[in-house]
C-alpha cells in the first residue's frame, strides 16, 4: 500500500538556523498538509497545499515558515530561523480530496531545536 | 470557533475490557467527524468517520456514532486486546481540528 514518507526521522538544530523537513506524499494525493504535536500536546494544524499553492493556514503559520512543492513529488516545510518552542514532532500528511478524505499521515520528523 | 475536546489520558485497560473514549465538539454546520489511532513509532492513520448526524462509523472492532444533540462521537470497543495500545485522536471537519489524543495501554 502506497505511504507518506518522511525525512530525516529526527532532525537537531541549533537555535536561529533553518531547517527543511521533507515529505514525499501519496502519488495520486492533491491536497497536503503539515502538522506539529508538541510533547504531550494536541496535534495542530499548521498548512494546507493545493494546486502548487498555499489554500489555509493556521496562526502558528507565520512568516518563519513556509512551504514548497519543487519538484511534483516532493513537499517540503521550512523554517527560517528556528526557535526553541518550534521543537516538536512535524506530521506530513496527504488526501486525494478535501474535507471528507481520509488523510494518509507520514511517520513524523521529531525536530529539536538546542 | 471550532474545537473538539477529548477525554483525558492515560487510560489503562485489562484485556477484554470495555473501552469508551470520549469526544465532544463544537462547530458550527455539520462537520463530519473523524477518530484516528497512532501505534508507537508511527503517523496517524484513520480509524474511522462518520459524515452526518446518527451515522456510526465502525472499524476493526471500534464504533463510534455521531450524535449532534449531544455533540459527541465517542469512541466504544467491546473487548480491547493488547495490539489496540496506541494513542487516539478525534477529529473534527476538514482535519483542522484534532483532539489532545487519548493514550490508551491494554495489559494482558
Known amino acids: 500500500e502506497p505511504e507518506v514518507t518522511q525525512t530525516p526521522s529526527h532532525q537537531v538544530t541549533q537555535m536561529g538556523q533553518e531547517v527543511i523537513l521533507r515529505c514525499v506524499p501519496i502519488s495520486n494525493h492533491l491536497y497536503f498538509y503539515w502538522y506539529r504535536q508538541i510533547l504531550g500536546q494536541k496535534v495542530e494544524f499548521l498548512v494546507s497545499?493545493?494546486?502548487?499553492?498555499?489554500?489555509?493556514k493556521s496562526e502558528i503559520f507565520d512568516d518563519q515558515f513556509s512551504v514548497e512543492r519543487p519538484d511534483g513529488s516532493n513537499f517540503t516545510l521550512k523554517i527560517r530561523s528556528t526557535k526553541l518552542e518550534d521543537s516538536a514532532m512535524y506530521f506530513c500528511?496527504?488526501?486525494?480530496?478535501?474535507?471528507?478524505?481520509?488523510?494518509?499521515f507520514g511517520n513524523g520528523t521529531r525536530l529539536t531545536v538546542t | 470557533g471550532n474545537s473538539v475536546t477529548q477525554m483525558e489520558g492515560p487510560v489503562t485497560l485489562s484485556e477484554e475490557a470495555f473501552l469508551t473514549i470520549n469526544c465532544t465538539y463544537t462547530a458550527t454546520g455539520y462537520p463530519s467527524l473523524f477518530w484516528y489511532v497512532q501505534y508507537p513509532g508511527e503517523g496517524l492513520q484513520l480509524l474511522l468517520k462518520a459524515t452526518k448526524a446518527d451515522d456510526k462509523g465502525s472499524n476493526k472492532g471500534f464504533e463510534a456514532t455521531y450524535r449532534k444533540e449531544t455533540t459527541s462521537f465517542h469512541l466504544e470497543k467491546g473487548s480491547v486486546q493488547v495490539s489496540d495500545s496506541a494513542v487516539y485522536f478525534c477529529?473534527?471537519?476538514?482535519?483542522?481540528?484534532f483532539g489532545t489524543g487519548t493514550s490508551l495501554t491494554v495489559i494482558p
Open positions: 477529529a473534527l471537519d476538514n482535519q483542522f481540528y
Open positions: 500528511a496527504s488526501s486525494v480530496g478535501q474535507k471528507d478524505s481520509p488523510l494518509h
Open positions: 497545499f493545493y494546486n502548487n499553492e498555499i489554500s489555509e
